[in-house]
């Protein structure tokens, strides 16, 4: 029986309901998205959606948070929540025929968490030390200062776990004010994907967050201007040398396909032109990566490698190389790879319902309709050769933004610096 396509309903109060009719599942995942992540926190409080992510389940009104998991887990659930830049979301993955149970606990955890203060003041600990793996990671330490360099101090570019200082000082107030600006019923959307019906899903949706004040949402946030530049950072006890580059691509709601398949295109597989140049035939690497990272604000085109001092500033003259080599001329297998190995990825999403709600939601965030996975493919498959290229020279036709951390070689700031002309050097 062929999957149903999403279902989205819309509560009276603006809560949206999406389901997913998977037949051949016994399984469903649930998940309650919330619009409210480190773009919409202000600067003294960045990281508060994190915060509040962790302290939705320390406690509601009727359940402490050891009864909040055993209700999960006694019927064999597994219950999680992530935190991003641009939404909140908690999840409950289990059998099918608990999934309107599943939308009752998320209903609960979501809408009548208590914030216990002595649960926070645990919590905070936890949260420091989850901060403190996060700095000793180079390459998150890396992504941290791109950010920075691709958007300054736009919002856009908070760490989505937030700042020491801000964690250690947060209230119990400065999470209940968060949740009365962000967790609204127009922010919100209850998302099942699995063997359910959805008719039913949506009686529960309604029983759980019907009642929900129809209050109007906090002012979206605007679009953050593309800055570009280079900034550095030495980091003890780091013994490489951590690049992202990056580039401006379209936005979600916007024509984005070439650059996706020019990302596939560039560094996706082994036989890649940037792996099989960098790692294959000079030794420059053992990791180098490349995306397109695309959301409702903005897009980056995104290159990111971990290599020794000695060989940064050879691997970046080669990385650009490439790039421009890519704007002058498309090899046709290396087209016809590229589409394939997104079609595969695709296709391997689609088989996890998770992967598939998220996609839905956040298309339903930024667009308001969901698209469907046939028309993806489309698009991709109706990328060209020329469009490639112009994806290619567009890019390198804005500022560059270059981040780079670890142990830096001296003058690597300055000969990186003269590899990209259009960058600022603050």
Request: glycine share 6%.
């Amino acid at each position: 029986m062929p999957d149903a396509e999403p279902r989205v309903v819309a509560l009276p109060n603006g809560v949206r309901v999406l389901t997913l009719a998977l037949p051949q599942l016994q399984t469903a995942s649930v998940s309650v998205f919330v619009r409210a992540g480190s773009q919409n926190e202000s600067r003294r409080l960045n990281g508060i959606s994190h915060v509040v992510e962790h302290m939705a389940f320390k406690g509601t009104s009727t359940r402490d948070c050891q009864r909040i998991n055993l209700d999960a887990e006694r019927l064999g659930a597994e219950v999680n929540a992530h935190t991003d830049k641009d939404h909140t979301a908690f999840h409950i993955d289990g059998r099918a025929r608990d999934a309107e149970a599943f939308v009752r606990m998320l209903g609960d955890i979501v809408l009548d968490s208590t914030f216990p203060e002595a649960e926070l003041e645990r919590e905070r600990q936890v949260i420091l030390h989850e901060i403190t793996e996060d700095e000793d990671d180079p390459l998150a330490s890396t992504y941290k200062l791109f950010d920075r360099v691709c958007y300054g101090h736009h919002p856009r570019a908070q760490p989505v776990i937030g700042r020491r200082a801000n964690v250690e000082r947060c209230t119990r107030d400065d999470l209940l004010a968060h949740l009365r600006r962000h967790y609204t019923a127009g922010n919100i959307v209850v998302a099942v994907a699995g063997g359910v019906d959805a008719e039913r899903i949506a009686r529960a949706a309604e029983a759980a967050f019907g009642a929900r004040p129809a209050h109007a949402a906090a002012p979206p946030v605007p679009p953050p201007p593309w800055q570009g530049g280079l900034r550095t950072r030495r980091l003890g006890g780091s013994a490489q040398t951590h690049a992202v580059l990056g580039f401006p691509i379209p936005a979600l709601a916007e024509d984005h396909a070439a650059q996706v398949v020019a990302a596939a295109l560039f560094g996706e597989g082994m036989s890649s032109p940037l792996l099989d140049r960098i790692r294959e035939q000079l030794g420059l690497a053992y990791y180098i990566h490349c995306a397109a990272d695309v959301s409702a604000l903005c897009g980056q085109f995104v290159v990111e490698a971990s290599t020794s001092p000695e060989q940064a500033q050879p691997l970046l003259a080669e990385v650009l190389q490439l790039l421009r080599q890519q704007a002058g001329s498309t090899d046709p297998v290396a087209l016809e790879r590229a589409r394939n190995q997104l079609a595969v990825r695709a296709l391997r999403d689609a088989e996890r319902p998770a992967r598939r709600l998220e996609t839905a939601v956040l298309d339903l965030y930024a667009l308001g309709h969901v698209r469907s996975a046939a028309q993806a493919l489309a698009r991709i498959e109706a990328v060209t050769a020329v469009q490639v290229r112009e994806a290619f020279a567009n890019m390198l036709g804005a500022p560059a933004a270059l981040a780079l951390a670890g142990r830096l070689a001296t003058g690597l700031k300055e000969s990186a610096a003269a590899l990209l002309p259009a960058a600022r050097t603050p």
